[in-house]
């Protein structure tokens, strides 16, 4: 290329080049729960996101006797919950000075590589950090209907939220999860020190029992995962040292590469994001996650799609928006559930510098 940069032409390289890998790159590449999600994902026609619910077996199977009459009544007046999808963008900038600077076909490529790179990476960084964005405390709404279900919504025991269209109350409880704390659940701490005791009841083993007998539904489930801060993770691993006498690591690589431990047939992930949204050292928490019950939701073509470059209002520069259009939903929220109040040094862990997704103007 010479002269001025021909988009039409670069569009279409970015079309050919970039677009069929972008999604991949900034569900599968960034967070290990991230791309658990990403790898179950479902896209779901309509102009919301409908998932069949699938909750406690009802009362109705009866003995029957000759000439006996059945009682027939409905176990539930819910058949789906509905989800708005989000969208989230992330913009690939060019500016007159880079269009000069870059007119050689290989400038040009060197330049969209490390632009493509950068929406990469901020959005999967955002979106990272979003799945554990805290809700208001005592309503247990998302701060902004924009933001993506985070796992702290989802996965929550306050009554009177509406959560996929649906408000618990007295009458459903079966759309509430359970939410396990040191003083409701346990007599022992949710430190480390505790936590690599076997004596304990908050040792490592103990705890993952509870919460993943917890969250088995009908006695089958699909792919389970434990996801812990960084530091808990590296307290549990120690807990597979001292038994096995070599890290429980060897045993496999979890999803899409990430490092994994074991406990039962459940993976253990460390997520750094994490630690972004604790409000102190002493706010860490642990999820326990069924990929039957809970995963991401697309609309139809839109897990990464792509607008042309137009030209910025006040600037000298050409926009190119990314986006990708959906949500984190569940049909079930008693199939998954989450340890609160645990010890995690916020300092433990280069969490990065990813920007949280705040809600448009």
């Not at 964005?133 to 279900?149: C, E, H, I, K, T």
């Amino acid at each position: 290329m010479s002269g001025s940069v021909n988009y039409t032409q670069l569009e279409s390289i970015i079309a050919a080049k970039y677009m069929p890998t972008i999604a991949d790159n900034v569900f599968l590449n960034y967070s290990p729960t991230l791309a658990w999600g990403y790898t179950h994902a479902k896209e779901l026609e309509g102009r919301k996101l409908v998932t069949p619910l699938e909750y406690a077996d009802g009362s109705n199977t009866q003995m029957y006797k000759a000439y006996g009459t059945i009682a027939v009544a409905p176990t539930n007046i819910y058949t789906a919950a509905e989800w708005e999808p989000k969208l989230a963008d992330s913009s690939l900038v060019i500016d007159k000075k880079e269009e000069k600077q870059n007119k050689t076909s290989l400038a040009l490529k060197d330049l969209i590589d490390g632009k493509i790179k950068n929406v990469e990476k901020g959005m999967a960084g955002s979106i990272a950090r979003a799945m554990f964005r805290r809700p208001d405390a005592s309503s247990g709404a998302m701060l902004d209907a924009s933001y993506f279900n985070s796992l702290d919504f989802l996965i929550n025991d306050v009554a009177d939220t509406t959560v996929g269209g649906i408000v618990a109350g007295t009458a459903y409880a079966w759309w509430l999860s359970k939410v396990f704390t040191k003083d409701a659940d346990f007599t022992d701490n949710l430190t480390i020190a505790d936590m690599i005791n076997s004596a304990k009841d908050t040792y490592y083993t103990k705890v993952f029992a509870r919460m993943l007998a917890m969250a088995k539904f009908r006695n089958s489930s699909g792919d389970m995962l434990f996801v812990l801060p960084q530091e808990q993770w590296d307290g549990y691993e120690f807990v597979l040292d001292q038994k096995k006498g070599g890290s429980g690591l060897g045993e496999m690589q979890g999803v899409a590469g990430f490092d994994a431990l074991k406990y039962r047939r459940a993976d253990v992930v460390a997520e750094d994001a994490m630690v972004l949204e604790q409000a102190s050292d002493v706010d860490g928490e642990f999820y326990c996650l069924n990929s039957e019950n809970l995963f991401w939701a697309f609309t139809p073509g839109t897990k990464m799609d792509s607008d042309p470059f137009v030209p910025s209002q006040n600037s000298l520069t050409k926009v190119k928006n990314f986006f990708t259009m959906g949500d984190m939903v569940t049909n079930n929220r008693q199939a998954c559930n989450r340890l609160e109040g645990v010890a995690s040094t916020r300092t433990y862990v280069n969490a990065g510098s990813a920007k949280s997704i705040e809600a448009a103007d």
